[in-house]
C-alpha cells in the first residue's frame, strides 16, 4: 500500500495537537491501520499501548511486518478482524482512522480497494458511534474525511453529542479548493474551538505551515 501525503499530514496533526496540550494517553486505537503509518507516528511520539484494527489481511500483514521492524514494536499491536468484531477491555484517550472515503462513487472491480476507499461496509455513522462507545471519559477521536462530507459528518458527530474541539481543512495549493478535513472531537462541550486551515504548496514549493508539522517524519525536510 502506498503512502499519502493526507495521511502523513494527518498523523503529524495530532501529534502537534497532542504536544501542543501536553497530553498523556495510555491507550491508542487506529482503526483501518492501512501501512501503520498513523499508529507508528503516535508510538514515535508517546508511551501509549498502540492497537490497530486492519479487515484486509494484506494490509494488516504490512502493518505487522511495519510495527515489528519498528523501535516501537512492543508497544504496537495489530488484530486483522472486522472492527464490527472488534472489542477491548480497554477503554481508549485517542482513537484515530482515516476512514475510507466515497460512499457513492463508482466501485472497483477489485474488493480489495473498494474495502480501502468506500465506507459500505463500515459507515461514517457506525464509525462515530464506535468511537463515542469506546473513548474514555476524556479521549480523543481524531478522524480524517473528505471535505465534500464536512455537513455531513458535523450533523452525524452532533446527533451523537459529541463535539468538535479542532478542525483543519486542507488544500493542495493556493489554486486549488479544499479538498481534505481533519477533526479531534471529545465528549465534552469545547470553549476554545479552533479550526484551521493549511495549504500543502505555495508558489511551487511546500508550505512553511506544511514543514514545520512533517519535518520530523520528512526526510527531504
Not at 65 to 88: G, M, Q, T
Not at 172 to 183: A, D, K, V, W
Request: proline share 2%.
Amino acid at each position: 500500500m502506498k503512502v499519502c501525503t493526507d495521511a502523513c499530514l494527518f498523523g503529524a496533526w495530532i501529534v502537534n495537537y497532542l504536544q501542543s496540550k501536553e497530553l498523556k494517553l495510555n491507550h491508542v486505537l487506529d482503526i483501518g491501520s492501512g501501512t501503520g503509518l498513523l499508529s507508528l507516528m503516535i508510538a514515535q511520539n508517546s508511551t501509549a499501548q498502540i492497537e490497530a484494527v486492519e479487515i484486509e489481511e494484506s494490509a494488516a500483514k504490512q502493518t505487522f511486518e511495519n510495527f515489528s521492524n519498528s523501535p516501537w514494536a512492543n508497544k504496537l499491536e495489530i488484530h486483522n478482524v472486522d472492527i464490527n468484531k472488534f472489542s477491548s477491555n480497554n477503554k481508549f484517550d485517542l482513537i484515530l482512522s482515516n476512514p475510507p472515503f466515497y460512499n457513492k462513487s463508482l466501485k472497483s472491480a477489485d474488493e480489495s480497494k473498494n474495502r480501502a476507499l468506500h465506507d459500505s461496509g463500515f459507515s461514517l455513522e457506525e464509525l462515530v458511534d464506535f468511537g463515542k462507545q469506546n473513548l474514555s471519559e476524556r479521549g480523543l477521536f481524531a478522524i480524517l474525511i473528505p471535505h465534500f462530507r464536512v455537513n455531513e459528518f458535523e450533523n452525524i458527530v452532533g446527533n451523537n453529542n459529541l463535539f468538535v474541539k479542532q478542525t483543519c481543512s486542507v488544500r493542495q495549493t493556493e489554486n486549488h479548493h479544499l479538498f481534505r478535513t481533519m477533526y479531534i472531537l471529545s465528549k465534552t462541550l469545547q470553549n476554545d474551538l479552533n479550526i484551521q486551515e493549511l495549504t500543502i504548496k505555495k508558489n511551487g514549493a511546500y508550505s512553511t505551515p506544511f514543514i514545520e508539522l512533517l519535518k520530523d517524519y520528512y526526510l527531504r525536510f
